[in-house]
Nanobody, 118 residues
Framework: QVQLVESGGGLVQAGGSLRLSCETT????????MGWYRQAPGKSREMVAT???????NYADSVKGRFTIFRDYAKNTVRLEMNNLKPSDTAVYYC????????????WGQGTQVTVSS
């Protein structure tokens, strides 16, 4: 099992910035992908940004150019730098980890609220 703990959410005005961080504990081997998803009220959970082993990153079109994902392989942590935030970015943000191979599985954090006021 992998435990994920997010931090860094909060309330910010439109145009502002926030940093989300995610720390992992437990069986942190065979991790292939780390990333962030979000879920706004009344909407489905959507991918925001992911980082796969080897350096491949993937961003939702709505955040490209504004959000950047960073991964620390040694510490098994991931953070999301969010700039030029918009009210449409308001959501609960979840850290995500995917393990591959014999230990494959997907894990989620408890979520952290991000609220962007106009």
């Amino acid at each position: 099992q992998v435990q994920l703990v997010e931090s860094g959410g909060g309330l910010v005005q439109a145009g502002g910035s926030l940093r989300l961080s995610c720390e992992t504990t437990g069986s942190v081997f065979s991790i292939n992908t780390m990333g962030w998803y979000r879920q706004a009220p009344g909407k489905s959970r959507e991918m925001v940004a992911t980082h796969s082993t080897g350096g491949s990153t993937n961003y939702a079109d709505s955040v490209k150019g504004r959000f950047t994902i960073f991964r620390d392989y040694a510490k098994n942590t991931v953070r999301l730098e969010m700039n030029n935030l918009k009210p449409s970015d308001t959501a609960v943000y979840y850290c995500y980890v995917k393990r591959v191979g014999a230990a494959r599985g997907e894990y989620w954090g408890q979520g952290t609220q991000v609220t962007v006021s106009s």
